[in-house]
């Protein structure tokens, strides 16, 4: 059963979180800049904030503005928002992250989607907002049975149907986020109106064509070159995920370097990462790992692709024929993501509606471009609403 639930981090644990802050041991740097990782001066100057600047009991009493449940759902416990929209025939939609952020991701989104009046819109586009923490993020207990990565989707249907009672929904995600609403469309095409995501799941190309297009051939190699260049962590992520994790879970100076470099890197930042993200995102996004020890769990879903072998990737992929290519599907691309597909590619593997590229953004969309992402999810659902 789900029961309210209130963001209350102990006073001990800010108390530790200050003394280690104040005794971090930055590495030395030889340059300043991006070029190798986070930049040393401006975790310096994120740290510095952290200890003598940041509010965390304002930004928990902000977040705890939202409605929080937590309960029981098929053996795991798990954290989630529920924000009913504002109008005559809300239409439910669950919401999913990815990595490194959180449920945070949406806390812009939310109120845009949940009361379209109050931001210019039309009531007729309300939705009730589901929102929840993947399982090992946050306040979800990790799901190391039924599947894991691959029952995340089974975990969202029965949430939404059996513990929320919602017949037919729609769903949204990114990063891993579109991997669990994808597996929502392919397994429980019965429940879900339609998907919208930000991006088209990596693995899919592992699934290489044998007669790709020009702009095919253009985008695999675009990841063939990120996995070279920028892809170490998922790989170690993967590989050796508790190598990485003692460190992480230890320093909350090294955490927020892990953390913060992606945001940077992600992002349409142009250079400078506050044109995107204020110190309080960062840090609250960062503090939500810290305080519930989860950056370990996070790694989760990295080591259950790397490990799942060829008869997973049949199974899978079985199941993407039967469901995924008729669930009706939405995209909206922001050209600063960690990768932007050709749609011929995406209609490889989905029944694609809707295809727009924004002329800004980056891969935290509801955090970067909350405005223009809302209105693409407004667009892609109206058709399909009856139908929920």
């Known amino acids: ?70 309960g029981v759902v098929d053996g795991a416990a798990l954290h989630l928002i529920h924000e009913k929209g504002r109008g005559p025939a809300p239409l439910p939609l669950v919401l999913t992250h990815g990595y490194p952020d959180s449920f945070f991701r949406f806390y812009k989104l939310i109120p845009l989607l949940t009361d379209p009046v109050a931001h210019g819109g039309d009531p007729a586009d309300a939705f009730d907002v589901v929102a929840p923490s993947l399982p090992g993020y946050a306040f979800s207990e990790a799901r190391l049975g039924r599947g894991r990565l691959f029952g995340f989707g089974d975990l969202w249907r029965k949430l939404m149907t059996d513990e929320l009672g919602y017949q037919k929904f729609g769903a949204h995600g990114g990063d891993w986020g579109s991997t669990v609403t994808e597996h929502l469309a392919r397994s429980h095409a019965r429940s879900v109106v339609g998907i919208h995501l930000t991006d088209v799941p990596f693995w899919h190309v592992f699934q290489k064509p044998d007669n790709p297009s020009v702009a095919e051939r253009k ?120 990768s932007t597909p050709p749609r011929d590619w995406a209609e490889r593997f989905y029944n694609v509606q809707r295809w727009t590229e924004m002329p800004r953004g980056g891969h935290f969309a509801a955090l970067e471009e909350p405005a223009l992402l809302a209105e693409e999810i407004r667009a892609f659902f109206r058709p399909l609403r009856q139908q929920g």
Not at 25 to 54: F, H, V
């Open 1 to 70: 059963m789900l029961e309210p639930f209130k963001i209350a981090i102990p006073d001990d644990l800010l108390k530790d979180l200050g003394r280690r802050l104040g005794a971090a041991r930055l590495a030395s740097a030889e340059k300043e800049g991006w070029e190798e990782g986070t930049d040393p001066a401006y975790l310096r100057e994120l740290i510095d904030y952290w200890r003598n600047g940041y509010d965390w009991r304002a930004q928990e009493a902000r977040l705890n503005r939202l409605r929080h449940l937590r």
């Open 219 to 338: 985008y695999l190699d675009e990841i063939e070159r990120f996995q070279k260049e920028g892809g170490a962590y998922a790989m170690i992520q993967g590989t050796r995920p508790r190598t990485p994790a003692a460190a992480l879970n230890d320093s909350p100076a090294g955490l927020a370097a892990w953390i913060v470099e992606k945001f940077y890197e992600w992002s349409d930042c142009g250079g400078d990462i506050e044109t995107r993200f204020t110190k309080d995102e960062l840090l609250t996004n960062i503090m939500l790992y810290w305080a519930t020890q989860t950056i370990e769990s996070s790694f989760q879903p990295y080591r259950d692709v790397m490990k799942a072998g060829a008869l997973r990737g049949t199974m899978e992929a079985a199941k993407g024929w039967v469901g995924s290519s008729k669930t009706p599907a939405g995209f909206v691309l922001f050209p600063k993501d960690i």
